[in-house]
Nanobody, 122 residues
């Protein structure tokens, strides 16, 4: 059983940066894929970024490409999401997720954290 706990959210101004963390309890197998999703008020959950645990291969949503960076620290079982040049439209609850497929489809992920709020003021 792997539990995921996100942290690092907060309220910032447009143009600022934040770094989200996702700490996993238990072992993350090398075949795993870790991802970040977000859900804005009144909208569905959308893919943000993913990283293959073994290779470090990444994938980003077009809306965050060039501004956000996903990374991992294997021994610490931690995934990060560095968010730069934040925009008001980045306001959402950000969720960390674990799956086994290289996919942006949330249905491919079977373990989810509780989420952390990010609010970006204009």
């Amino acid at each position: 059983q792997v539990d995921l706990v996100e942290s690092g959210g907060g309220s910032v101004q447009a143009g600022d940066s934040l770094r989200l963390s996702c700490a996993a309890s238990g072992r993350i197998y090398s075949s795993s894929v870790m991802a970040w999703f977000r859900q804005a008020p009144g909208k569905g959950r959308e893919f943000v970024a993913l990283i293959r645990w073994h290779s470090g291969t990444t994938l980003y949503a077009d809306s965050v490409k060039g501004r956000f960076a996903i990374s991992k620290v294997n021994p610490a079982n931690t995934v990060y999401l560095q968010m730069n040049v934040l925009k008001p439209e980045d306001t959402a609850v950000y969720f960390c997720a674990r799956g086994s497929q290289y996919s942006s489809d949330q249905a491919s992920y079977f373990t989810w954290g509780q989420g952390t709020q990010v609010t970006v003021a204009s």
